[in-house]
């Protein structure tokens, strides 16, 4: 299929980079520079606006930091809506939020256009290694459409519901990454300083029943090595944590666990600004505690 990408972040460059190997690609990114820095390591053509991007292509794909800055996409001269071709499909693997989406998706209708929000899970090495967990919002006969792009970064692919059921998926998911991640720092803080060595506490965690994904891989890749690689912004997490807050209180559910995780990452977001990693939120913890977890 002619697919185009739009968005070469941290997690969309190695997903589009994917689909070189069963699609025609073309890309739009922002900053240019980094679409010409993508087209010189992997065959696709590189276009100067995102209307030129959507006028080449059957599957439009949007990979942005919030819905926000896909909506704006779509106006304008230069916008997707001036070049969407009727009988396409938009597919957006922003982890945006569920409202925009389905406002979205209704204004693409009136052009004949097709939506699915498609968030992803799984981090920068998943997209390069194909193995995404890809959360759907759409159609059956959408999702149907969609597989054959999504399969290329995507192995677990689901639809979750209608438009706007994938993102509130992702939100609740990374929203739990956060709880997991603040409690983390602070039982780990709090063992450390009371003379339990780092490494051997989160052994045991993760021979016991408060083990967690954060616990079995990102604290001992990051935290007990001091590590603090920049894959994932702690400005999107706390953005995603902030979509579960208002899903939650649109469904009328109590979300106090989630709430305080929340601030704490909006906090340690505000002290580490907007180009820390999401695991920074426990070296903040860490300073401000007044300890180091290291192995
Ligand atoms: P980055 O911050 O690394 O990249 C953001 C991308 O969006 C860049 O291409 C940037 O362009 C572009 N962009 C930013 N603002 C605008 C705008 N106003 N108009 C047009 N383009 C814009 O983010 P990620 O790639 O990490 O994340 C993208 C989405 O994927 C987010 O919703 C995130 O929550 C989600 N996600 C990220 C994961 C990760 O591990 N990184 C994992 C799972 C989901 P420019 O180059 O010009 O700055």
């Given at each position: 299929?002619?697919?185009?990408?739009?968005?070469?972040?941290?997690?969309g460059?190695?997903?589009?980079a994917?689909?070189?190997?069963?699609?025609?690609?073309v890309?739009w990114?922002?900053?240019?520079?980094?679409?010409?820095?993508?087209?010189?390591?992997?065959?696709?053509?590189?276009?100067?606006?995102?209307?030129?991007?959507?006028?080449?292509?059957?599957?439009?794909?949007?990979?942005?930091?919030?819905?926000?800055?896909?909506?704006?996409?779509?106006?304008?001269?230069?916008?997707?809506?001036?070049?969407?071709?009727?009988?396409?499909?938009?597919?957006?693997?922003?982890?945006?939020?569920?409202?925009?989406?389905?406002?979205?998706a209704?204004?693409?209708?009136?052009?004949?256009?097709?939506?699915?929000?498609?968030?992803?899970?799984?981090?920068v090495?998943?997209?390069?290694?194909?193995?995404?967990?890809?959360?759907?919002g759409?159609?059956?006969?959408?999702?149907?459409?969609?597989?054959?792009?999504?399969?290329?970064?995507?192995?677990?692919?689901?639809?979750?519901?209608?438009?706007?059921?994938?993102?509130?998926?992702?939100?609740?998911?990374?929203?739990?990454?956060?709880?997991?991640?603040?409690?983390?720092?602070?039982?780990?803080?709090?063992?450390?300083?009371?003379?339990?060595?780092?490494?051997?506490?989160?052994?045991?965690?993760?021979?016991?029943?408060?083990?967690?994904?954060?616990s079995?891989?990102?604290?001992?890749?990051?935290?007990?090595?001091?590590?603090?690689?920049?894959?994932?912004?702690?400005a999107?997490?706390?953005?995603?944590?902030?979509?579960?807050?208002?899903?939650?209180?649109e469904?009328g559910?109590?979300?106090?666990?989630?709430?305080?995780?929340?601030?704490?990452?909006?906090?340690?977001?505000?002290?580490?600004?907007?180009?820390?990693?999401?695991?920074?939120?426990?070296?903040?913890?860490?300073?401000?505690?007044?300890?180091?977890?290291?192995?």
């Open positions: 299929m002619r697919v185009a990408f739009l968005g070469l972040g941290a997690i460059r190695p997903m589009a994917r689909l070189i190997w069963a699609h025609s690609l890309v990114n922002r900053t240019k520079v980094r679409a010409n820095e993508f087209t010189g390591a992997y065959k696709a053509r590189a276009v100067y606006t995102p209307r030129e991007a959507a006028s080449r292509s059957e599957v439009v794909i949007t990979c942005l930091p919030t819905s926000a800055e896909v909506e704006a996409l779509l106006d304008g001269p230069d916008g997707l809506l001036a070049g969407l071709v009727p009988g396409s499909l938009m597919l957006d693997c922003t982890s945006g939020d569920p409202a925009t989406s389905r406002r979205i209704a204004r693409l209708a009136e052009h004949q256009v097709d939506f699915a929000d498609a968030p992803v899970s799984g981090g090495n998943g997209a390069e290694a194909g193995t995404l967990t890809v959360m759907v759409g159609s059956e006969a959408i999702f149907q459409r969609a597989l054959p792009v999504l399969q290329e970064f995507g192995k677990r692919i689901e639809l979750m519901g209608p438009v706007g059921s994938g993102h509130a998926m992702k939100a609740v998911n990374n929203a739990l990454l956060g709880v997991n991640i603040v409690a983390l720092g602070e039982g780990l803080a709090a063992l450390v300083k009371a003379g339990v060595p780092a490494g051997k506490a989160v052994e045991v965690l993760n021979a016991s029943s408060g083990r967690s994904f954060v079995e891989h990102l604290v001992p890749e990051r935290v007990l090595t001091g590590a603090w690689p920049r894959t994932f912004r702690l999107l997490l706390h953005k995603d944590a902030g979509i579960a807050l208002d899903l939650l209180e469904q559910v109590g979300g106090a666990v989630m709430q305080m995780a929340t601030d704490v990452l909006g906090v340690a977001r505000e002290a580490l600004g907007e180009d820390a990693d999401y695991l920074e939120a426990i070296r903040f913890m860490e300073q401000e505690a007044g300890v180091e977890i290291r192995a």
